[in-house]
């Protein structure tokens, strides 16, 4: 049987509402896991390394953190995870900021019956203790078309760990029902919700309607944390704003953006 570690409890306080920062707590010999390069700011007292793996592998040996380090590989993450802890006298701050715009999700993991499986690139911190390992999808549809790809993080524990999603997150609560969603705004769920994929609706609409080929379904009984804004369609928008990048200098909605967009073409 695997043995399961204890999460250090660590307070926290979240800042701002669409570009969000949380702060977190650590009393004297506390430690929080986080992904390379997420830390705002934090306190003096605080000290931090780079280490393989997410500390729960200790008891496996160097071979064992070489191969949970491997499998962050695989989802496309850093090889190396950031620990920081607490090694002054008193309480101290450590911050971590949101990649781009959206929410900042607590989560207690002890209420989501210690596990839950999230996009790849939704995870920015969380206790020590917490095991961060990958989740592959035994379905041949979402494997090959779902929007986050074959691959999603698995995260188990009993402490507090923080997601960020785009724009606006929304949690629903299933009890046997079933939800359509496109495949970018699923963020997280819990044991209990079953995910795969299926068409968008005959071929007219899978080519012309703009919502994409393919749909998530989640059903079962569970939590579901979906956003209204991935980031693959905050960059895709960018994109096409930018010079030269398909967008629009004279404006969207512009009648000389659109002309002069017909004549470029040309």
Known sequence: MERVMRSHEIDYRLIGDDMQVVEVELDPHETVIAEAGAMAWMEDGIGFEAKMGDGTETDNGFFGKVLGAGKRLVTGESLFMTHFTNRGAGKKIVAFGAPYPGKIIPMDMAEHGNAITCQKDAFLCAAMGTKIDISFSRKIGRGLFGGEGFIMER?????????????????????????????????????????????????KSMIFGGEGIFLAVLKGHGTVYLQSLPFSRLADRILQAAPGGGGNDQGEGSVLGGLSNIFENR
């Open 155 to 203: 995260l188990s524990g009993d402490g507090m760990a923080f997601l960020h999603a785009g724009g606006t997150v929304v949690q629903k609560e299933l009890k046997g029902e079933t939800i359509f969603v496109d495949t970018g705004c699923v963020v997280a769920y819990t044991d209990g919700i079953d995910f795969d994929i299926q068409k968008a609706g005959g071929l």
